[in-house]
C-alpha cells in the first residue's frame, strides 16, 4: 500500500511513527512518502521549532510531555528546564524522524519528498497527490503560515516597518530607537519582547489581558485531588447540556483552592469561568505568578486553569466530532477561549521577564484592550515606528490553504459554526475514504489541538489502525503482534473450524483440554528414515517421551516398530505396559535411582551411562542378563558449547580398556543442544572415534546414538519471522511502544521458523563423510526426536473467561488454564493463536491472554494479540502444534486446578494417561 503524509511537523511525525508501529506490529506492507516544504527536520512551519529560533524562545508546556517513538525529550536531552527553548525540541523532533528512519520495518519503505502540495483529489478508490496515485493520504500540515488577516498583506499606514513575529529574522530590523506595536498579547508577544531591541513596546488585544501563568499544586497535593478529579472527569464525560459541564468545574476549583492552601471561593470561581474576574491586567499578571512562585494562598484563576487543564481530556472528549452542539454550541466555545487565558499561559520564568519590562517602562499597556480599533490611527497616537503582527493564523479552515481548497471543490466539508474541516474519528474526511486530517483545521470540531501532546486524540491512532487493515492480506485473521502464523495440519483446520466439535470438548472434559493427532507423527518419522537410508544410513527412530506424556504417541510408534526414549521410571514402566519390548526403548535420564537402573536391566532396555561411576552403579546392579549400556560422550568444548551431559572422549576411553562380565557396551550416546549441523558432525566424529577405541579394547558397539533435537519450524512464512526478530530487536533498543507484556524482550525463545528442517537437515549432517564413516564401520544411527516427531500432532483449546482490562487500561483476555499448561523453559510460545468465535463480533481488540494462577504476571502469551471482530467470554482459543513439550514439561496443578485432560482425535476419547486404572 502506498501512503502520503502531507506536512512534516510534530503531528506528521506522530502519524509516520504510528503507521511504521502497527505496520510492524501487524505485517502490513506499506510504502510511505512524506511530503514537506523544506527539509524534514520536526518544524511544523517557519519559527515553530526550527533550529535557528532565538534561545530566548522557550517552550510553552512542561518538557516532560514531549514524547515520540524515540523516547522522552527529557531522557534524550537529560537534565533541564521543565520549559527549555522551543529550538532544543526541534532538534529532537529531527532526531525523532532519523531515528524512524533508521527503524523502518523490513516490510515497509520511507521517502522523504522537499516539494510543497499544492494539490490532492480523489480518484476513484485512491487519492492523488501532485501528479502521484496513492492508497491514503494524511494531510498534517499545521498551522496556517499566512493568511488574509496578516499585517503584512496590507501594512500599515504611517509605518514603515511591518513585520512578522514569525519570522525571526525580520524581527533584527527593530532596533532601541523604535516604538513598536505589538497585535497581540499572548504567548507569541512574549517571544517578541524578549529577542527583538525597540525601546518600548505597546502591546494589542481585543480582551485588554495577559494570559495567566501555569501554577502546578505539589505532587502530594495533585495526588489528594485524584478523587475529586475522577469524579470531575465523569461529570463532564456524561453532561448531558454545558450547565453539567460547568457546575463540574466551578466544584474541581473548588477542592483546588483547597489544595492550593485558599479558603473557599465560590463567586471567585464562577466569575472567572464567565470571565469577569480581574480589574486590571498587569495586577492579575502579578498575582498569577505569585501563585506559579508558591509565593501566596491560590487565586480563583488558578485554580480553575488548573481543573480545566487537569480534565481538560474529559472536555475534549465530550465536546468533540460534534459533542460541542449539545453543550451549546457558541457558548461553549466562549467558555473555552475564556479558559485557555488562564489554563494555556507562560512559564513563570518568561512571565517574570515581562513584568520587568513592564515596570520598567519597556512595555505600556496603554492600548492593551484596543484592539478593535484603526491600526493606523493608534500608531499615529504613541508614535510607533514599528509594527510587530504576533498573532497566529486562526484554528480551523484558513483561506489559501490546501485544506480549504478541497472544501471549496466539494471534496471537503466545513463545520458551520467553527468553521473547521470535519472529518470522522480516524481523522477521514467527511464524505471521503482514503483522505483524512489531523491537527488544528479541525479545531471546534476537535478540541485541543496541541502540537505536542500525543494524550488528548486518538484520531493519529485510529488513522494508522485503519491504514494498516486495508494492508493487510488478511486483516480479519486473528494474530499476535507482530504475526507469526502457524502452520496447520488439515485435521487442526478442520476442528478449529468446527466451533460445536470444539466446544463439545470443553464442555466434557473442561478447560483446558488438549487434543491429540498422531497421525503425523509417522510422516515425520518416515521423512527421518528416508533421509537416512539416501546418505546409506540404517537409522533407528527412539521417541523422546519426555516431549508429551500422552500414551497414543508411545502406541503409534509401537506399533510402526520404533523406539522410545525414557527419563524417569514412571515413563519406563508406562511405556514396557504399552508393550513396547526392552531392545526398543533407551533410558537417557539425567537422574537414575537404583530402581529405575533395576528396572532398565531386568527388561533388557539400553542405558545411557552419564558418568563413570553411574557404569560402575549399573555394573554392580545388573545381575543375570549384562546391562547394555551406551556411555554418554561429552564432546570436545573447543568445538562446541559445553554440556552438563556426559563424561570427556579420555575419560571413557580409560575407564573402559575392558569388557566387564556383566555389562554389553552396545553404542555410544551423544546430548548436543541446539540443532547446528556443525556441531552434530563434529560430535558423530568423536563418537565414531570412540567406538573405534571401544572395539579395539574389546567391546562391540553397534550404533551411535545421537540425543538431542532434530529442527522443525512452526511458521508457514521465513518472512514474519525475520519480520519478529526485527521488530523485537527494536523493542529491546528502547524505540517505540512495546508490544510485549511489561515490555518483556524475550531473550530466550526457540527458533519457530529454521532451515534445513528434519529430513533436508539430516542429509546435511551426513554428507560428504559421517555417513560413509557409519556404513563403513556397520553402525547404525539412533536419533531421539520429540518435538520434532510430534509437529503437528496436538493443539490446546481454552475457554475465554472473562474480556477486562488492567488497571491502566491494557486490555487482558482470561482464559480458563494456566500459563503452565502452555510453557516450557522458553520465555514465550511464539506462534499465533486461533480464535473460535461463539459470540457475535464487535469492536477490533489488542489484548494479552492471561490464565487462571493469583499471580500477576500469570501470561498464557506475552505478545498483545490482535482480534480483529473482537473476543467474549464464552469464546475458544485455540493454541496450535503445542504437542512437542508446550503441554506437559512444565505444567503444574497449583492452587489444586486439575491438570488438563489429553484427548486423542478424532474420535474424542481420553488418552490413555489419563484413564482411570
Known amino acids: 500500500m502506498r501512503v502520503a503524509i502531507i506536512g512534516a511537523g510534530p503531528r506528521g511525525l506522530w502519524a509516520a511513527e504510528e503507521l511504521m508501529a502497527r505496520a510492524r506490529e501487524r505485517g502490513a506492507a506499506i510504502e510511505l512518502d512524506v511530503y514537506n516544504d523544506g527539509p524534514v527536520s520536526g518544524a511544523s512551519g517557519p519559527g515553530a521549532y526550527q533550529p535557528g529560533l532565538p534561545a530566548q524562545w522557550l517552550l510553552n508546556v512542561p518538557s516532560a510531555v514531549v514524547e515520540t517513538h524515540l523516547g522522552t525529550f527529557n531522557d534524550w536531552r537529560g537534565a533541564g528546564d521543565a520549559f527549555p527553548p522551543r529550538r532544543e525540541v526541534g532538534r529532537f523532533l529531527a532526531a525523532s524522524w532519523a531515528a524512524l528512519a533508521a527503524h523502518v520495518p523490513l516490510s515497509c519503505s520511507l521517502r522523504f519528498v522537499d516539494a510543497r502540495v499544492r494539490e490532492v483529489a480523489p480518484v476513484g478508490e485512491r487519492v492523488e497527490v501532485e501528479g502521484t496515485l496513492y492508497d491514503e493520504a494524511l494531510l498534517t500540515t499545521g498551522h496556517a503560515h499566512d493568511w488574509p488577516g496578516a499585517l503584512t498583506h496590507g501594512g500599515v499606514e504611517g509605518v514603515d516597518k511591518v513585520l512578522s513575529a514569525f519570522a525571526p529574522g525580520d524581527l533584527d530590523a527593530v532596533t532601541e530607537a523604535d516604538t513598536a506595536i505589538v497585535r497581540g498579547a499572548a504567548l507569541t508577544f512574549i517571544d517578541v519582547v524578549r529577542h527583538a531591541r525597540a525601546g518600548v513596546f505597546y502591546p494589542l488585544t481585543r480582551g485588554g489581558r495577559f494570559m495567566d501563568v501555569k501554577a502546578y499544586l505539589p505532587d502530594d497535593a495533585a495526588a489528594q485531588l485524584g478523587p475529586a478529579l475522577a469524579l470531575a472527569r465523569e461529570r463532564i464525560r456524561t453532561a448531558e447540556g454545558l450547565e453539567d459541564a460547568y457546575d463540574a468545574l466551578v466544584e474541581l476549583s473548588g477542592e483546588v483552592l483547597a489544595a492550593g492552601g485558599a479558603g473557599p471561593d465560590e463567586g471567585g470561581v464562577r466569575a472567572v469561568l464567565d470571565g469577569k474576574d480581574g480589574a486590571d491586567p498587569v495586577e492579575d499578571l502579578r498575582a498569577s505568578l505569585r501563585v506559579a512562585l508558591g509565593e501566596c494562598a491560590w487565586t480563583p484563576a488558578a485554580a480553575v486553569g488548573y481543573a480545566f487543564r487537569a480534565a481538560y481530556d474529559a472536555v475534549i472528549e465530550r465536546s468533540s466530532f460534534g459533542g460541542r452542539d449539545s453543550l451549546g454550541g457558541e457558548r461553549f466555545g466562549r467558555l473555552t477561549r475564556t479558559l485557555e487565558r488562564v489554563a494555556f499561559g507562560p512559564p513563570a520564568a518568561t512571565a517574570g521577564e515581562v513584568l520587568a519590562l513592564i515596570d520598567s517602562g519597556r512595555i505600556r499597556t496603554d492600548l492593551l484592550g484596543r484592539g478593535d480599533e484603526d491600526l493606523s490611527h493608534l500608531a499615529r497616537e504613541v ?247 551406551a556411555p554418554r560422550l561429552a564432546p570436545d568444548p573447543e568445538t562446541m558449547p559445553p554440556t552438563r551431559f556426559g563424561e570427556r572422549f579420555a575419560a571413557w576411553a580409560e575407564h573402559l580398556d575392558q569388557p566387564v562380565n556383566n555389562v554389553r557396551v552396545v553404542g555410544v550416546h551423544v546430548h548436543l543442544h541446539g540443532y547446528a549441523a556443525a556441531d552434530r558432525r563434529a560430535a558423530l566424529a568423536e563418537a565414531i572415534a570412540l567406538t573405534d577405541a571401544l572395539r579395539h579394547a574389546g567391546h562391540a558397539p553397534e550404533f551411535i546414538d545421537l540425543g538431542g533435537g532434530v529442527p522443525m519450524s512452526y511458521l508457514v512464512s521465513e518472512e514474519q519471522w525475520r519480520a519478529w526478530v526485527e521488530a523485537i530487536a527494536t523493542q529491546r533498543e528502547g524505540y517505540g511502544e512495546p508490544f510485549t507484556w511489561k515490555a518483556d524482550p524475550l531473550r530466550i525463545t526457540y527458533p519457530y521458523w529454521q532451515h534445513p528442517t528434519r529430513g533436508k537437515w539430516l542429509r546435511e549432517v551426513l554428507a560428504d563423510g559421517p555417513g560413509d564413516a557409519l556404513t563403513s564401520r556397520g553402525l547404525r544411527l539412533h536419533l531421539e526426536p520429540g518435538r520434532s516427531l510430534l509437529d503437528g500432532c496436538g493443539l490446546i483449546l481454552a475457554q475465554v473467561a472473562f474480556v477486562k482490562e488492567r488497571s491502566d487500561g491494557v486490555p487482558l483476555v482470561g482464559l480458563h488454564m494456566n500459563r503452565t499448561q502452555c510453557r516450557t523453559t522458553s520465555d514465550d510460545y511464539l506462534v499465533d493463536p486461533l480464535l473460535i468465535q461463539r459470540s457475535a463480533p464487535s469492536a477490533e481488540l489488542e489484548a494479552f491472554l492471561v490464565g487462571a494462577y493469583c499471580i500477576e504476571d500469570e501470561l498464557i502469551l506475552r505478545r498483545k494479540v490482535r482480534f480483529p471482530r473482537g473476543v467474549a467470554a464464552g469464546d475458544i482459543i485455540a493454541i496450535p502444534n503445542t504437542a512437542g513439550y508446550f503441554m506437559h514439561i512444565l505444567e503444574s496443578a497449583s492452587h489444586q486446578i486439575p491438570l488438563a485432560k489429553n484427548v486423542v482425535w478424532p474420535g474424542g476419547e481420553l488418552d490413555a494417561i489419563d484413564r482411570p486404572v
Open 383 to 629: 508614535g510607533a515606528t514599528a509594527v510587530v503582527d504576533a498573532v497566529n493564523a486562526p484554528p480551523g479552515l484558513v483561506e489559501g490553504t490546501l485544506e480549504a481548497e478541497l472544501v471549496r471543490r466539494g471534496i471537503g466539508r466545513e463545520h458551520p459554526e467553527t468553521g473547521s474541516l470535519r472529518v470522522e474519528l480516524d481523522g477521514t474526511l467527511a464524505g471521503q475514504r482514503h483522505i483524512a486530517a489531523a491537527g488544528r483545521v479541525s479545531e471546534g470540531w476537535i478540541l485541543g489541538h496541541d502540537t505536542l501532546r500525543r494524550g488528548e486524540h486518538e484520531v493519529i491512532p485510529a488513522w494508522a489502525r485503519r491504514v494498516t487493515r486495508a494492508a493487510l492480506a488478511d486483516p480479519e485473521r486473528v494474530h499476535g503482534l507482530p504475526p507469526l502464523e502457524a502452520r496447520l495440519e488439515p485435521w487442526a483446520r478442520e476442528l478449529v473450524g468446527n466451533g460445536e466439535a470444539a466446544q463439545g470438548l470443553l464442555d466434557a472434559y473442561s478447560s483446558p483440554v488438549n487434543v491429540l493427532d498422531a497421525a503425523p507423527m509417522l510422516r515425520n518419522v518416515d521423512e527421518l528414515v528416508d533421509a537416512a537410508a539416501g546418505e546409506g544410513v540404517e537409522l533407528r527412530v527412539f521417541y523422546a517421551r519426555k516431549a508429551n506424556k500422552a500414551l497414543t504417541f508411545v502406541d503409534t510408534v509401537r506399533d510402526a516398530g520404533h523406539g522410545v526414549d525414557v527419563a524417569s521410571e514412571n515413563e519406563l514402566r508406562q511405556v514396557l505396559a504399552r508393550g513396547v519390548p526392552g531392545e526398543r526403548i533407551i533410558l537417557s535420564a539425567a537422574v537414575k535411582t537404583d530402581a529405575l537402573l533395576r528396572l532398565a536391566v531386568d527388561s533388557g532396555v539400553v542405558i545411557s551411562a552419564d558418568s563413570r561411576d553411574e557404569y560402575d552403579r549399573i555394573a554392580a546392579l545388573a545381575a543375570g542378563a549384562p546391562a547394555l549400556v
